[in-house]
């Protein structure tokens, strides 16, 4: 009986480390060196993509590995972002939203209206959006994707952040980590409810 016990107690070990292994980790460094992603998010649009004509190398690069991550949902992605104006960020988000997973994007009221912002082309597609109505900034920078695989660091979703900044990203698999994103994501979800917001009162109240 103890052997039988000890060879399930080794068993579950093995598991446990198995699973430890298979979790996702890795650093981000920006700005991403060029390389080409029209093939990849082609291909994650479902069609058979002929080799893209573009001059920039295919090798894989920080920004690819970003694109790959975020396309790897299969359910839901929650999005705090201060500020997205990638266009293939934006591409991908949409075709995560063609796909039946569930997108929901929490953004700064005052740079979501920017030129080139992302947010505005999102929720014409009937992605969920809400944002702050205070006076200092939503100043997150973090995705969740499938409620178990943490996005975060310095990085907004910017052209400029991408190619330009010196940003990181750390990507983890954590339990222990993504669980208190998640509830700050839920927690600011129903803070910007729209029901919520006062200066649609004030409106009417002015009008």
Known sequence: MRAVLALALALGLLLMAARRRRRRRAVLFFPSALCCTEELLAEAEGGRPSPCPCPLP???????????LLLSARRSLELCLFSFSSPE????????HRRGVRVRVVTDAQYMALRGSQIGALRMLGIQVRHDQEKGFMHHKFAIVDKKLLITGSLNWTVEAIHNNRENVVVMEDAEYVRPFLDEFERIWEEYNPDNYTFFSQRKMNG
């Open 89 to 96: 960020l934006g591409r991908a988000v949409a075709v995560l």
């Open 58 to 68: 295919r090798a894989d690069c920080s920004f690819s590995r970003l694109l790959r």
